[in-house]
């Protein structure tokens, strides 16, 4: 995998490559539940981490924060250098530098392909119409879903949607893409086009947080594979160790369930 950047002549140190520091982040959903129990996570630029674990571990809410869709109360996360204020003050900024795909896809259903894909360029960039809709097209080549520009989503299927909603994402020229169980609302057949377009964007250096129980894929592309369970992050570690030879019982029953 191609990394976009190397730190061999000590110029810059290690923070300078970290493209997500999430440092001890504390969640409370209302004044009882606990629910992100003192989280820490560094990305580097150009590395790939897939989170794993058990539903309602908290892996959407940690996600969330880094693009800031949740808010958390204790705790820093410095995104591309970026200190996210816990109150969500900086959310333009931070909403241009993090893509985010969701399980659902959530695209416009009144909205063509392309105007989908024009939107945020168009309102939140300013970019010009004709230069939004150039990228979009060739964003919709890449994905392989041209022919669909004109389209509403509800005549795509799933695994179509999916790529319009990565395509989306990719308009906004991010930093970094997170994925929410991108594949998990999908019919077995088209998760492979959907992966593959993850595959390919990890390929090209794209720093990317994946959460997925797609193990063929997180065994492939994935630099860290990292189990969540209750709030906290269990254990981490490479997809050969992480796979083969776990540390934690949680990681081991986990993993038990799912391979
Ligand atoms: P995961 O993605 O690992 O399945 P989530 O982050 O979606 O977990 O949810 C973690 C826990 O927080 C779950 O118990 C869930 O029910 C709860 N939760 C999620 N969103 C909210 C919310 N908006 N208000 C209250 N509780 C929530
Ligand atoms: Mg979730």
Known sequence: MTKTYTNTTQTHSP?????????????????????????????????????????????????????????????????????????????????????????????????????????????????????????ALQLLERVGILEQAKKFPGQLSGGQQQRVAIARALAMQPKIMLFDEPTSALDPEMVREVLDVMRTLASEGMTMVCVTHEVGFAREVADRVVLMSDGVLVEEGTPEVFFSNPKEERTKKFLSQIL
Do not use: C
């Not at 995104?79 to 795909?101: A, C, P, Q, T, Y």
């Open 15 to 135: 923070v300078d490559s970290a493209a997500i520091i999430a440092t001890d982040v504390h969640k409370w959903y209302g004044n009882h539940f606990h629910v992100l129990r003192g989280v820490s996570l560094s990305v580097k630029q150009g590395e790939v981490v897939v989170i794993m674990g058990p539903s309602g571990s908290g892996k959407s809410t940690f996600i969330r924060t880094f693009n800031a869709l949740e808010e958390f109360q204790q705790g820093s996360i410095i995104i591309d250098g970026i200190n996210l204020s816990h109150d969500l003050k900086n959310i333009e900024e931070i909403r241009r530098e993090v893509g985010m795909v969701f399980q659902q896809f959530n695209l416009f259903p009144h909205l063509t392909i392309l105007q989908n894909v024009t939107l945020a360029p168009i309102w939140v960039r300013r970019w010009p119409k004709a230069k939004a809709e150039e990228v």
